[in-house]
């Protein structure tokens, strides 16, 4: 793999990953690219799985810059449920219109982050025991907003951002990658991705060098918190209405499967959005090939695990030195 | 005298790159306090790990009671007889201390402990130490000088000859200290060779008997602690220069009038740092000398701020500031180059051209991002510079050898333009060409007008270059030296006092 630059060849495992998983869904089902124009729309497997990924993408990339510090977050799919449980709450009781509901919830989300990077950053309590408090307490007080009830809404607004299509694309799907190009402009414009690599990296010798760990810290996981609730908007708004139970559940393990498949190390330092998106296009393809292909359901999460397994192994140092002798 | 009881000859040890002991003797005999000295890297971890069944060693040989032994663990070597207790207590706080110390041989009965058993045991244990106390408490909620204590009852368990004990005295209070050497002189009665490694002299000749001398892994000296004056140990301890480095002089075409930057008054923090005064004028390196553990890297970070002093005042220029943070202090302009490189001076898997420019970048604030292009210039600038030898700028620092990674921190603070650099141990583990490297650029920084404190534990460092030394002792300064006055005898004297 000489040829190959060391960014370059970041990208190699990953790539090679989801393209054998949709060469292997052609062999499968031979209609599986195909793309059909109906109504204006564009309709068939690959767009599906642009769609069905687009919360997953959203929680992977905050998750991306939380594993960048050496963190991890284990409360997105709780912070989903909040945010879809004050979204409804306030379209349907309340009354309110979108434009004051959307900001809203972003800034609730961004309390549910801040609220994390508080514990950690400025309470020293570890990542993964400050976030499950509010993994566990979050959809209790998701409950709690609706009542207990799952609260259904209708509002033009919410229904193009979650199911509309804009040039025959899904409206959702451009939203997270306009995004994704906003989130990688603030953090690679600015010196935050520096800091937030180099915190992850070495965070004693960043407080000599001058950074304020804590900070960083704290911004990781505000940011994580905003992605969680652009996440919620999008599911609720999808389904328009909030299902404080399942909303999200369980969408942070394949968050941080999609981070590490994108090749980050848990134990923070470099991160790549662009890497990390291809993670969820892996993890993406994969559960809705498993759907097409026939497989029976009680299949998918084996299958799912053997090819994350495998992805891992091939990345793995251990036998990329193995390689290289 | 009598029979050793452990004989130990020309125990060698390598880990890949580097030789940790070669060819060490040591030979310990009953009743005895036996003190091993040596500075930071001399061996006496590494002896004591294969003394104790750690490690294994390479070459050389072993003998207890005139039989060779060869511990492959170290439970082993205590079935054997020899019984450590490390600096860091590794006894578990929670548990209370009759679980501490009966921990993998609580007594039984049909199968289950029987605690009311293991109780008496416990205090048993404690008794010849004289110590009388609740061991049904959790060992936590003594004091440190007490867990120390059941630490050394809990080695003692069984047929004990040789306690080795590194460093027990490191967070004691004098007080503490003489209740513990009460308690080794009690065991010396026993007919027990006792290992005591420390950093204290005083304490040495308090309480031992004899004393060896480690440098660089191999013994440089084995005497009675009668026969050996202070001044000859710390020669022994801090070496004489094989090959004196070159004083590398000051540019004195015209001696400019002294322009003081920083002065310290009475700087400290409880179990860290007593008091220290220190001073530095513009152009001028000061020397900070004094054995391991005097607390010369505590006066630096107390400068820095990477620790808050609690005493003391300091001033910048003559205006008094109290420094909060590392980052409050580059914004004073100041820059620390800290001793543990790895730990705290590099971030690895980032490039030679972010770790140059990582101050910098945080002295100026996250969204005003320092742009490519100015980034490249910078890290190129530097690398030819210092001479820091790296196939390209984008090379990650953890990759380069310790020599050049010391020259990307350096670099990391000179683009940030420092009035005060502080240098803590700028050439540890650094290849001999690198190390001359390093002090000629040293000097010709503070040729430009930089102040500097440098802290070596290399002598021949510290004469080469320093202005002025201060030197410490057991966490206070002891003496200063003038730029006419500093020489390698004058501050081994001064250490020795």
Known sequence: MKFLTLPGRRWLWPSIALVVILLTNLLLSPGFFSVRIVDDHLYGSL??????????????????????????????????????????????????????????????????????????????????????????????????????????????????????????????????????????????????????????????????????????????????????????????????????????????????????????????????????????????????????????????????????????????????????? | MSVPILTASGIAKSFPGVRALDGVDLQLFPGEVHALLGENGAG??????????????????????????????AREAQDLGISTVYQEVNLVPTLTVTENLTLERQPRRFGFIDWGAARRQAEAMLKPLGLDIDVSRPLGSYSIAIQQLVAIARALHGDVKVLILDEPTASLDSKEVGVLFDVLRGLKARGIAIVFVTHFLDQVYAISDRITVLRNGTQVGSHLAADLPRLDLVSLMLGKAAEALPHIARDQKQPAPR?????????????????????????????????????????????????????????????????RSPRHA?????????????????VGELSVRENIILALQAKRGWRKRIRRAEQIRFADEMILALGIRTPDREKPVGQLSGGNQQKVILARWLITQPQLLLLDEPTRGIDVGAHAEIMR???????????????????????????????????????????SDVSQPAIIKAIAQ
């Not at chain 1, 950690?120 to 009830?149: E, H, K, N, S």
């Not at chain 1, 025959?168 to 997270?176: A, D, E, F, I």
């Not at chain 1, 053997?306 to 990345?315: D, P």
């Not at chain 2, 320093?466 to 730029?483: C, H």
């Open chain 1, 47 to 325: 767009i599906d799985i642009l769609h069905r990924g687009t919360p997953l993408a959203f929680v992977a990339l905050g998750m991306a810059v939380v594993i960048a510090t050496g963190g991890i977050d284990l409360s997105v799919g709780a912070i989903i449920a909040i945010c879809g449980a004050t979204m409804a709450v306030l379209l349907k009781g309340a009354g309110l219109s979108p434009a004051l509901v959307l900001p809203i919830v972003l800034l609730v989300g961004l309390a549910c982050g801040l609220w994390n990077g508080l514990l950690v950053a400025f309470l020293d309590i570890q990542p993964i025991v400050a976030t499950l408090i509010l993994m566990v307490a979050g959809r209790g007080i998701a409950q709690m907003i609706t009542d207990g009830q799952i609260v259904t809404f209708h509002s033009d607004f919410f229904s193009l951002i979650g199911s509309g299509f804009f040039l025959g694309l899904p409206v959702r799907v451009l939203v997270v990658i306009g995004f994704a190009i906003l989130l990688a402009l603030l953090l690679r414009r600015t010196a935050l991705g520096l800091f937030l690599e180099s915190v992850g990296g070495n965070a004693a010798a960043s407080r000599l060098a001058g950074i304020e760990a804590r900070w960083i810290r704290l911004a990781a996981y505000a940011v994580s918190g905003i992605c969680s609730a652009l996440a919620g908007i999008v599911l609720t708004a999808d389904i328009k209405g909030a299902d404080a139970n399942n909303a999200g559940l369980w969408l942070e393990l394949d968050a941080i499967l999609a981070v590490v498949i994108g090749g980050a190390a848990l134990k923070g330092g470099r991160f790549a959005l662009g890497l990390t998106l291809i993670g969820v296009l892996v993890i993406q393809s994969l559960t809705t090939s498993i759907l097409v292909s026939g497989l029976p359901s009680q299949y998918t999460l084996v299958v799912k695990a053997i090819v994350v397994l495998a992805v891992l192994f091939l990345q793995s140092p251990r036998l990329q030195r193995l390689r290289s002798k």
């Open chain 2, 44 to 73: 006496k971890s590494t002896l004591i790990k294969v003394l104790t069944g750690i490690y294994r060693r390479d070459g050389g040989d072993m003998r207890l009671d005139g039989e060779t032994i060869d511990p492959l663990s």
């Open chain 2, 441 to 483: 650029l040293i000097r010709r920084l503070c040729d430009d007008g930089m102040a500097m404190v440098m802290v070596s534990s290399e002598l021949e460092e510290i004469t080469a270059v320093a202005d002025r030394v201060v030197v410490l002792r057991d966490r206070r300064r002891v003496a200063e030296l003038e730029r």
């Open chain 2, 330 to 346: 580059i914004h004073l302009g100041l820059a620390f180059c800290p001793e543990d490189r790895k730990h705290e001076g590099i």
């Open chain 2, 259 to 323: 322009v003081p930057v920083l002065e310290v008054k009475g700087i400290g923090k409880k179990h860290m740092l007593d008091e220290v005064d220190i001073s530095a004028a513009k152009g001028e390196i000061v020397g900070l000398a004094g054995l391991l553990g005097s607390g010369r890297s505590e006066t630096v970070k107390l400068i820095f701020g990477a620790e808050r002093a609690d005493k003391g005042s300091l001033a910048l220029h003559g205006v008094p500031v109290s420094i």
